[in-house]
């Protein structure tokens, strides 16, 4: 939990708080909303859920789902190795994001 938090947290744009249970972080992705890559617009959490898997190859759940639009669920029910490469590749892609 810990290691996915600060993984998180050095990914400009991106605010995760503390986790209350189980095996997901819920990070603030507010400020992704409204961007582009010049193919793909983001407007809610349904549209980066979807980016991510086609860009990064990242599965993540979007916080509308939860009433939460500016947010997605990540797990971290995995391996340390397959958390750094995950995050690596969202960090990537969401690089690739302009205003």
Request: aromatic share 10%; proline share 4%.
């Given at each position: 939990c810990?290691v996915?938090?600060?993984?998180?947290?050095?990914?400009?744009?991106?605010?995760?708080?503390?986790?209350?249970?189980?095996?997901?972080?819920?990070?603030?992705?507010?400020?992704?909303?409204?961007t582009?890559?010049?193919?793909?617009?983001?407007?809610?959490?349904?549209?980066?859920?979807?980016?991510?898997?086609?860009?990064a190859?990242?599965?993540?759940?979007?916080?509308?789902?939860?009433?939460?639009?500016?947010?997605?669920?990540?797990?971290y029910?995995?391996?340390?190795?397959?958390?750094?490469?995950?995050?690596?590749?969202?960090?990537?892609?969401?690089?690739?994001?302009?205003?």
């Amino acid at each position: 939990c810990q290691v996915m938090m600060d993984r998180l947290s050095r990914i400009e744009g991106i605010t995760c708080p503390k986790p209350q249970g189980a095996f997901y972080v819920f990070p603030d992705i507010s400020s992704f909303l409204g961007t582009s890559d010049g193919d793909w617009s983001i407007r809610n959490s349904v549209d980066l859920a979807k980016y991510l898997l086609e860009k990064a190859e990242v599965a993540t759940v979007p916080g509308s789902a939860f009433g939460a639009d500016n947010h997605l669920r990540l797990s971290y029910a995995t391996s340390l190795d397959q958390i750094y490469e995950g995050l690596d590749r969202i960090k990537e892609a969401l690089g690739n994001l302009k205003g």
